[in-house]
C-alpha cells in the first residue's frame, strides 16, 4: 500500500488549495479514505472521511462547510478542497486508509497558511 500526498504550499488566510492523495497497492474502489492534519506541536486529528464509492462523506466540526473531500476511483486518488483558509488550519495534511484494521499513512504534504 502507498499513498502519496500532494498539493500543500504556502496560501494567504482566505485562500484556497487542493490536495491530492495518489493510492497504490491495494483496491482503491473498495475502501473508505480519510484526510488527517498535524499541527505545529499539536496531535494529530481527523479531517473528513469519504467511502468507497463517494457516496457518502463526513467532515470535522471546525472543516464543515469549508472543505470537500472527493474522490475519483478511476485515478486511483481522493482529493482534499480546501476554501477559506485560515491560520490554524496550517498544518501537515495526510492521507490514510485502513484495510484489515490497519492504518496507512502517506509521508503528509505542508500546508502554510500565513500573510
Known amino acids: 500500500v502507498q499513498l502519496v500526498e500532494s498539493g500543500g504550499g504556502l496560501v494567504q488566510p482566505g485562500g484556497t488549495l487542493r490536495l491530492s492523495c495518489l493510492a497504490s497497492?491495494?483496491?482503491?474502489?473498495?475502501?473508505?479514505m480519510s484526510w488527517y492534519r498535524q499541527a505545529p506541536g499539536k496531535e494529530r486529528e481527523w479531517v473528513a472521511r469519504?467511502?468507497?464509492?463517494?457516496?457518502?462523506?463526513n467532515y470535522a466540526d471546525s472543516m464543515e462547510g469549508r472543505f470537500t473531500i472527493s474522490r475519483d476511483n478511476a485515478k486511483n486518488t481522493v482529493y482534499l478542497q480546501m476554501n477559506s483558509l485560515k491560520p490554524e488550519d496550517t498544518a501537515v495534511y495526510y492521507c490514510?486508509?485502513?484495510?484489515?484494521?490497519?492504518?496507512?499513512w502517506g509521508k503528509g504534504t505542508l500546508v502554510t497558511v500565513s500573510s
Open positions: 490514510n486508509t485502513r484495510i484489515y484494521a490497519r492504518d496507512y
Open positions: 469519504i467511502t468507497n464509492a463517494g457516496s457518502s462523506t
Open positions: 497497492g491495494f483496491t482503491f474502489s473498495s475502501y473508505g
